[in-house]
């Protein structure tokens, strides 16, 4: 039996503790990399690009991992990513391989494990084999977060679970997405924030809003939008002509007919400079200047296409060329989804519109746009879109930290390292999670 030890201190001083000690902080660090790895493994590991007219997906890297070869595509969520061939939409894998036959009018990103869906007027949710969870049944819906999405009830929106059981009586106006424990709602003409029972927390007061995402909402009072969070208080005051998510500490708005990123204290951390952008996902964020598409990291330096934008790999943008003119077209569920995209809605031929018109332009009755969550009232629904980390991508990270914990602990300790490993690695898997989960 060893020495009993009443001082934390003695405790490093034993030398059986001492080599226990560096096998666990060497276990829990290389378990939180294997789930930094793990983690952008299941993100968003492509973004869709357009060549020519096809689409196809780069990395994060700006290698091409899918060639272009898709009539529309969409960013990849939970492991899939929704691309149109021809006139109809289905769902591909990590690979490109369709595991979801092309069949659907429209087709949203999985979250929460399933997808909205419409196949003509009638809209429901499919599960990441195809098969209908809820039955096509509602003219407007939108995406599963917090394990509730918002459906319109004969005109007045509500909730339901993912049983299609209501758990949000019908009452609003117009109802957007759960994200943070928060979904936006409108009562009339002024919109406010609800918790997941229903009870309103930010009253009705602006004029639109957007969902929450690193603990802010953009919203708009008067022609100006900024950010507040989520017991109500502005934290970046309205200044901004339009205004996108936060993700990674950083947002897209618009000032000046120009587009650039803020951080949370409202500082600009890239310089509008863009005639179009969207929100950044997973470290990268696409960019429009001089009307052709790129990517760029957080730095503002070019990852993919820089030499249609005047720059070089690695380096930030250049201006344009006075009058450069370049056009937006909306795709079939009534999305601006970038520049030089042309595509119908309606059946009805595309216009082009000037660069400094918004991604999205919504009916009369309809938030006023929130740049790149793009909301619309397009068959009477709200599909505010975004990125969220489901339970079941969480578990991955945790089994897998715990998994490479376990293998370091037996080659360093035998059985009982497996154990001390696979405990440590499940910690720092759960930690880096929680740090890193986007809502």
Not at 103 to 114: C, H, I, R, V
Not at 209 to 238: C, E, S, T
Not at 386 to 400: C, L, N, P, Q, Y
């Amino acid at each position: 039996m060893g020495p009993v030890i009443h001082n934390p201190r003695e405790w490093f001083t034993d030398r059986r503790h001492q080599s226990l000690a560096l096998i666990v902080g060497f276990v829990v660090l290389l378990a939180i990399i294997l789930a930094i790895t793990l983690s952008r493994a299941n993100g968003a590991t492509g973004y869709p690009i357009n060549v020519n007219g096809k689409y196809g997906y780069i990395d994060g890297h700006g290698k091409v991992t899918i060639n272009p070869q898709f009539d529309a595509a969409q960013p990849f969520h939970d492991g899939y990513a929704a691309v149109k061939v021809g006139d109809k939409w289905g769902y591909i894998d990590k690979s490109g391989k369709l595991v979801i036959t092309p069949q659907y009018d429209l087709a949203d990103p999985f979250s929460d494990g399933l997808a909205l869906v419409g196949t003509g007027r009638q809209l429901g949710y499919i599960n990441t084999q195809g098969t209908y969870a809820i039955n096509p049944q509602y003219s407007g819906a939108g995406e599963f977060g917090d394990g509730r999405a918002p459906v319109d009830f004969n005109g007045r929106w509500g909730y339901i679970d993912k049983k299609a059981k209501t758990v949000i009586n019908p009452q609003y106006d117009e109802a957007g997405n759960f994200c943070d424990h928060r979904a936006m709602v409108r009562i009339g003409n002024r919109y406010g924030y609800i918790d997941d029972s229903g009870k309103l927390v930010i009253n009705p007061q602006y004029e639109s809003a957007g969902d929450f995402h690193d603990g802010l909402a953009a919203i708009r009072m008067g022609n100006r939008f900024g950010y507040v969070d989520r017991a109500g208080k502005i934290q970046i005051n309205p200044q901004f002509d339009a205004a996108g998510d936060f993700s990674d500490g950083i947002a897209l708005v618009k000032i000046a007919d120009r587009f650039g990123y803020i951080d949370k204290a409202g500082k600009f951390v890239i310089n509008p400079q863009y005639s179009e952008a969207g929100n950044f996902e997973h470290g990268l964020a696409p960019v429009w200047t001089c009307g052709h598409e790129s990517y760029i990291d957080k730095h503002g330096k070019y990852v993919w296409n820089p030499e249609s934008n005047n720059g070089q790999a690695g380096q930030p943008a250049q201006p344009c060329p006075a009058n450069t003119a370049a056009a937006a077209y909306p795709d079939s569920d009534g999305y601006y989804e970038s520049l030089q995209r042309p595509v119908f809605i309606n059946d009805q031929a595309p216009a082009a519109l000037p660069v400094a018109q918004p991604l999205m332009q919504p009916e009369p009755v309809g938030p006023a746009p929130v740049y790149a969550e793009r909301y619309t009232t397009y068959r009477q629904r709200v599909s505010a879109r975004r990125h969220t980390r489901s339970g079941r991508k969480s578990a991955e990270i945790v089994a897998g930290s715990a998994a490479g914990g376990a293998a370091i602990g037996a080659i360093a300790g035998g059985g009982k390292g497996a154990g001390i490993g696979a405990a440590a690695g499940g910690v720092g898997g759960f930690v880096y999670d929680r740090l890193t989960r986007h809502h």
